[in-house]
């Protein structure tokens, strides 16, 4: 395989930096440098782009970034026994690679990037979800992200593009469909890392829309969302109660059955619900 940059191997980064995986942090790295560009080039053409990566850890996928031509990279680390094997990645690539030391969900990462800005990460598993959430629930839309290439578990993954009837689908699914494209790119085995995690991992890639595939009310959509997801087996008109007192007069004129269950319910359907309980 060919090499991808001058950096030593990453089993001797982690063998000369101590790097031993430590599982509170999520710690379950990737090795294959070659894995890890093909990675990057899901991210699209990133020559013209800040990325934002979180937990670079001994920097495998960071590598894959600035290899496959990050015009710049933002890695934000938890593991403070990272930082030098990262430097020495900065030294190789100058000013194009700065690390900041902390908890990716204290720090305004994209504060500091100018667009276009992608995101790109090979996500501690104990953080992910919150931080996909946050990063699609920015107060206004489009957000400053246009891309977000991002490995979860895979039954994260799966709930992230589920379609309705399925298992996987809720609240997830469309928060992510709603405003952005999303689809599986990659799927790896747990072989793929070290350590390997006890489940599949899958890079979902993920595309800001410029503006909401159907119309509604973020906070109202997502309080319906989570109302009918809360108690997903029971009928939307006994799920919903609390949202208003008319719920099935406001169903119906979304369209909806009150009989219906919320996972039978498509985006379309959620949205045009959220705009007949905003009104008067
Ligand atoms: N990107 C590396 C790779 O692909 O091999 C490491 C991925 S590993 C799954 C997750 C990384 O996130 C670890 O380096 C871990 O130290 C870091 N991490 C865990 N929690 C974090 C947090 N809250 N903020 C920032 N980094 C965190």
């Not at 031509?69 to 890695?75: E, I």
């Not at 100058?94 to 504060?111: K, M, T, Y």
């Not at 007069?249 to 498509?266: F, S, Y």
Request: glycine content about 6%; overall charge neutral; charged content about 20%.
């Amino acid at each position: 395989m060919a090499q991808i940059d001058p950096l030593p191997p990453l089993r001797d980064v982690i063998a000369t930096h101590g790097l031993s995986a430590r599982k509170s942090l999520g710690q379950n790295f990737l090795l294959d440098l070659n894995l890890t560009a093909r990675i990057a080039r899901v991210a699209g053409d990133l020559s013209g782009s800040d990325i934002l990566e979180v937990g670079p850890g001994p920097g495998g996928l960071t590598r894959g970034l600035l290899a496959e031509g990050a015009r710049r990279v933002l890695a934000v680390e938890k593991d403070p026994r990272c930082l030098p094997a990262l430097a020495e990645i900065a030294a190789a690539y100058p000013g194009q690679l700065e690390v900041i030391e902390g908890d990716a969900l204290d720090v305004d990462a994209l504060a500091h990037l100018t667009p276009p800005i992608r995101i790109a990460a090979n996500l501690p598993y104990n953080v992910g979800t919150e931080l996909l959430v946050r990063w699609l629930t920015p107060k206004e839309w489009p957000p400053v992200w246009s891309s977000m290439t991002l490995m979860f578990q895979k039954e994260v993954a799966e709930r992230i593009v589920a379609a309705p009837g399925s298992k996987a689908y809720g609240r997830l699914a469309l928060l992510a469909q709603w405003r952005a494209d999303a689809h599986i790119a990659l799927h790896l085995p747990p072989e793929a890392f070290t350590p390997p995690p006890k489940v599949s991992s899958a890079v979902v890639h993920l595309t800001a829309l410029p503006k909401a595939r159907f119309e509604a009310d973020a906070a109202v959509l997502n309080r319906v969302v989570a109302a009918g997801f809360n108690q997903r087996r029971k009928m939307l008109r006994s799920a919903l109660k609390g949202i208003a007192p008319d719920i099935e007069d406001r169903l119906i004129a979304a369209g909806l059955k009150p009989t219906d269950r919320a996972e039978q319910v498509p985006l379309e359907g959620f949205c045009a619900l959220a705009r007949a309980v905003a009104a008067a």
